[in-house]
């Protein structure tokens, strides 16, 4: 039997975008050139050791960490001796990007997780010295093919694309979850996540607008798969558009939505499960879970 790709069966399923984003408060991506592994901090020419930290002291903060790379060809281009870093704060209406470069990606044991978990732009820049803040969002698409080969024939074709119109704002980045909703990307420093993207460009173009685009919207990954829920809810029946128009806060039993120009609602999230699909190329099917919002005042 002809088993489909992930993408495939995920979409034969039906399976629903919104609340897939991963939770991650802040995300630190650093460019390393050449192949990737499934487990690429300690799968490519990156130290296996500083990549083990990196990832340690990433987890230990609620902070997303990734590996980078500009789209085209990456047989083994050789290790650049600056390599791009990007650090970025999601939390809405305060959001930030660090751009920069270190010589050794060791530096990046020097950050001050904890600041930039809370947000603290100053003393996170301090930790890093070397890092400037950047006025223009970055998109990054989700190519890593030994991981998941969905995410390479989908995404590569995405970033090559949105690259050629805007170099300096796209990367191939190595894991985003959800493979089989490839092709999969990040918009830095929102931390928005997008699924089944066809067009990364107008993503980005949005996002420069300050606007978010709801089509293959999978969420803000400042916050829980049910915060997610409840955002996208008030976004579309309330037509709110403006990236960072609106919080998400957890009341007793609803999630809170607040807009910057004082409404708020009250969003009961439920979840149930139907329907299988695997959640990457050759694992085994699982439930698909399945959430319901409604704004109970």
């Given at each position: 039997m002809i088993v489909p790709p992930c993408s495939d069966a995920s979409l034969a399923a039906d399976e629903p975008l919104i609340g897939s984003a991963p939770d991650a408060i802040a995300w630190v991506c650093l460019e390393q050139n050449g192949p990737w592994g499934a487990k690429a901090f300690t799968d490519s020419h990156l130290d296996a050791e500083v990549g083990r930290s990196i990832e340690a002291a990433a987890a230990e903060h609620g902070v997303r960490p990734s590996l980078v790379r500009r789209p085209g060809r990456h047989a083994d281009p050789g290790t650049a001796e600056h390599r791009a870093v990007l650090i970025a704060y999601t939390y809405p209406g305060r959001t930030w990007l660090l751009t920069g470069t270190v010589t050794d990606p060791a530096a990046l044991l020097d950050l001050d997780w904890a600041a930039l978990a809370a947000g603290d732009l100053e003393t996170t820049r301090a930790s890093l010295p070397g890092l400037s803040v950047?006025?223009?969002?970055?998109?990054?698409?989700?190519?890593?093919g030994t991981r998941d080969t969905c995410c390479a024939r989908l995404g590569r074709p995405i970033a090559l694309t949105a690259a050629g119109i805007d170099p300096e704002h796209v990367w191939?980045?190595?894991?985003?979850?959800?493979?089989?909703?490839?092709?999969?990307?990040v918009l830095l420093p929102s931390g928005v996540l997008h699924g089944r993207v066809l067009n990364g460009t107008g993503l980005l173009t949005a996002a420069r607008r300050g606007q978010l685009t709801?089509?293959?919207?999978?969420?803000?990954?400042s916050y829980s798969p049910g915060a997610q829920v409840a955002e996208d809810h008030v976004r579309r029946t309330e037509g709110v558009l403006g990236l960072d128009d609106l919080e998400v806060?957890?009341?007793v039993d609803a999630?809170?939505?607040?807009?910057?120009?004082?409404?708020?609602?009250?969003?009961?999230?439920?979840?149930?499960?139907?329907?299988?699909?695997?959640?990457?190329c050759g694992k085994e099917s699982k439930p698909v879970k399945r959430f319901e919002a409604r704004i109970v005042r």
């Open positions: 950047a006025p223009d969002p970055v998109l990054l698409v989700c190519t890593n191939e980045v190595t894991h985003t979850s959800g493979h089989r909703l490839a092709a999969t990307t709801l089509e293959g919207y999978r969420g803000r990954s806060v957890p009341e999630w809170r939505v607040r807009h910057r120009d004082g409404r708020s609602w009250w969003v009961a999230v439920s979840s149930a499960e139907s329907g299988e699909r695997p959640e990457s």
